[in-house]
């Protein structure tokens, strides 16, 4: 889908109406030359009512301001000791960003203002080491942001706290959006970085469960130490309640769009609960399963079926869905006192290939035959009988391994389908 194919975003807007979204730009994302289309992105997220608080860092202009004065900047993100140079280095870059930010988000008409909505303490001595200026998010000033929202105004949040007495304490920009996140309920809390998505043990993960995050974590070198905190904080915050995390690249034009309204995102989606699940298909998807099988129907690697063929059958088939999205689906045909069934039309969406849930389908289709007293599980294939051999354990049978019916359908096709069968405990 395109990100700005309205037709596709449509089926999304209901879910995400007056909902809240927390974005969190790095500071060398808000520097590119491609923020401005992130501007833009985020005035088509106001235009479909959805509410957009905007926290942004600062570490690549504290490192360039740092640079332009000749000092050398204790600490750049907020994680370390923050000296006095360091927190004036810092609310200088901080607050000229803020304002550029509200200077971009104006151009495209969109009403915003800085927020000082983040009160903070000290973090203190840490193993025998005093942080000095840097700071802890104590609470979140929610009524403020909330007063913003409600006026259709878009909150820009600084990586800065203040303690009420006059101090001012650099936060990690991270940590500032957990707690704005967890503390307006947010729906999405969405990471922009430099990245094209977390990499786990070397590879980039689409999507991975919170809890399988949190035991990633422990494994040292899992994760590359530029993105340990994105990772510790997108798992926090699906631990204090935010549904769904996103990581992206901030140099992909249209980037969010394509995150937020597509089955297929650009970066990596941290969620909080299994968000997939295999349901019963309705009337309603006969045209969803047409459309999604079109291309494996014309390639002659599924059985080409009409519309009201499917449509007559749609008792038989189950639909993979991802966040209510389907892209994938598998129908299972009975052959009643053959203690057999089939397993027919499998198909996962390109989007969504070597995800493994090809198999999780097949496992499916195996255990609700089980579930039915079949003791045999078959398959025709012209295309993947290597996958179903390799990947399913099924064996290459022949003609005597298919009900009289299937069999005689078989033979009139003229397909010359490999057969494969599966036997099941039952």
């Avoid at 990471?191 to 974590?217: N, P, Y």
């Avoid at 496992?363 to 007293?373: C, G, S, Y």
């Amino acid at each position: 889908m395109k990100p700005t194919d309205l037709r596709g975003i449509l089926r999304y807007i209901p879910r995400f109406r007056e909902q809240t979204f927390v974005i969190c730009a790095d500071g060398v994302v808000v520097s590119d030359v491609n923020f401005t289309n992130l501007l833009l992105d985020i005035a088509v997220l106001r235009s479909l009512n959805i509410r957009v608080v905007l926290v942004h860092g600062a570490g690549q202009q504290v490192k360039e301001l740092a640079s332009e004065r000749g000092v050398t900047a204790s600490d750049l993100d907020g994680t370390g000791i923050t000296d006095d140079n360091t927190l004036e280095l810092s609310m200088s870059a901080a607050n000229r960003l803020t304002h550029e930010i509200l200077e971009g988000l104006s151009v495209s008409d969109q009403r915003a203002a800085s927020a000082n909505a983040i009160i903070a303490h000290p973090r203190g001595i840490l193993n025998g080491v005093d942080q000095q200026h840097t700071g802890r998010v104590e609470r979140v000033d929610v009524s403020l942001l909330k007063t913003f929202l409600s006026e259709g105004i878009v909150p820009v949040i600084p990586p800065l706290g203040f303690d009420g007495e006059g101090n001012t304490f650099r936060i990690n920009s991270d940590e500032v959006a957990l707690a704005v996140s967890e503390s307006l309920g947010a729906i999405k809390l969405i990471f922009v970085t430099s990245t094209d998505g977390l990499r786990v043990e070397g590879q980039i993960a689409r999507q991975i469960l919170s809890s399988d995050l949190e035991k990633t974590l422990e494994k040292p070198g899992a994760i590359e130490p530029c993105q340990v905190s994105k990772a510790r904080h997108a798992a926090a915050a699906c631990a204090k309640g935010v549904p769904r995390v996103h990581l992206i690249n901030g140099h992909v034009a249209e980037g969010l769009l394509a995150e937020v309204f597509s089955n297929e995102g650009i970066g990596t989606l941290v969620y909080a609960n299994e968000y997939q699940q295999i349901r019963p298909a309705r009337k309603r998807d006969a045209p969803v399963i047409l459309k999604l099988t079109r291309e494996a129907m014309a390639s002659d690697e599924l059985v080409p079926r009409t519309r009201e063929a499917i449509d007559r059958d749609i008792g038989n088939y189950f639909i993979f869905d991802i966040d209510k999205n389907p892209v994938a689906c598998v129908a299972l045909r009975e052959f009643p006192g053959e203690s057999a069934s089939e397993l027919l039309h499998l198909y996962v969406s390109p989007s969504h290939a070597n995800q493994g849930i090809g198999r999780k389908l097949i496992q499916f289709a195996m255990d609700r035959a089980t579930e039915n007293k079949c003791k045999r599980l078959i398959t025709l294939s012209t295309q993947a009988f290597a996958y179903f051999q390799s990947k399913a354990g099924f064996d290459e049978g022949g003609l005597k391994d298919l009900p009289p019916e299937r069999r005689e359908e078989y033979e009139k096709g003229g397909r010359n389908s490999r057969i494969l069968i599966k036997h099941l405990t039952v």
